[in-house]
């Protein structure tokens, strides 16, 4: 997503834009990378003969583990940047206090009573 935010820092591309570049970008490194270990515990999931049973459990819990961190990954984590950045800009858009810029506040601040 740090490309993401470098597309949007620089002004270059809308905030769904930039997440969708981003999670094209960084598509293929993950899928591969997850699909690298789940074929790695395949023969845990295939084991036979004394302790398959542990092994097959841990196997599955690894592999479907990852599946699903995968689909988290390259699903829910550009969505999120989305998100945030959008109330990241909204809050930086209404300024430092949560005003419209150029309002200013028309009452002040009551001290704290170390400072009276």
């Known amino acids: 997503m740090e490309v993401a935010r470098e597309h949007r820092l620089a002004g270059t591309l809308s905030i769904g834009t930039a997440a969708v570049e981003a999670a094209r970008i960084r598509f293929r490194p993950v899928v591969m990378t997850s ?3 789940i074929l790695g ?3 845990l999931l295939l084991a036979t003969g004394a302790g398959a049973s542990a092994r097959a459990s841990l196997g599955l819990s690894v592999a479907s583990g990852m599946l699903a961190s995968t689909g988290l990954a390259l699903l829910f984590v550009p969505s999120l940047f989305a998100v945030m950045q959008a109330g990241e800009e909204r809050f930086r ?3 430092r206090h949560g005003l419209p ?3 200013v506040r028309t009452q002040a601040r009551p001290k704290h009573a170390s400072q009276r």
């Open 93 to 95: 858009a209404r300024g």
């Open 41 to 43: 515990v395949l023969p």
């Open 101 to 103: 810029q150029g309002k």
């Open 35 to 37: 699909l690298a270990l």
